[in-house]
């Protein structure tokens, strides 16, 4: 079974920076792609970024240019570093992975989520 772990996330000043961590845990057998999705109170959850097995990435257009996903080379481990924050990216970020736990079974799994406070 596929566990992800987050880490990082707080409260920040408008303008200020973060970064968000998940390492993701459990015998598998090929991993498709991880990402951070977000859900701010009375909203939809939605795509923040993610990154693939061949390396693209995928950002939202609020996003783009204040984010960077990146992983390490096995993408157990998948970092968001958010800039230039505003008080509308405040939300819960979730992690999110999906692949394969055997040959032919798919997963789709998400972590406890962690929270993102922009206000000053």
């Known amino acids: 079974q596929v566990q992800l772990v987050e880490s990082g996330g707080g409260l920040v000043q408008p303008g200020g920076s973060l970064s968000v961590s998940c390492t993701r845990s459990?015998?598998?057998?090929?991993?498709?792609?991880m990402g951070w999705y977000r859900q701010a109170p009375g909203k939809q959850r939605e795509l923040v970024a993610q990154?693939?097995?061949?390396?693209?990435?995928n950002y939202a257009d609020s996003v783009k240019g204040r984010f960077t996903i990146s992983r390490d080379n096995g993408m157990n481990t998948v970092y968001l570093q958010m800039n230039s924050l505003k008080p509308e990216d405040t939300a819960v970020y979730y992690c999110?992975?999906?692949?394969?736990?055997?040959?032919?079974?798919?997963?789709?799994?998400w972590g406890q989520g962690t929270q993102v406070t922009v206000s000053s």
């Open positions: 999110n992975a999906v692949g394969y736990s055997d040959y032919k079974t798919p997963f789709d799994s």
């Open positions: 990154t693939n097995s061949g390396g693209g990435t």
């Open positions: 459990g015998i598998i057998f090929r991993i498709i792609a």
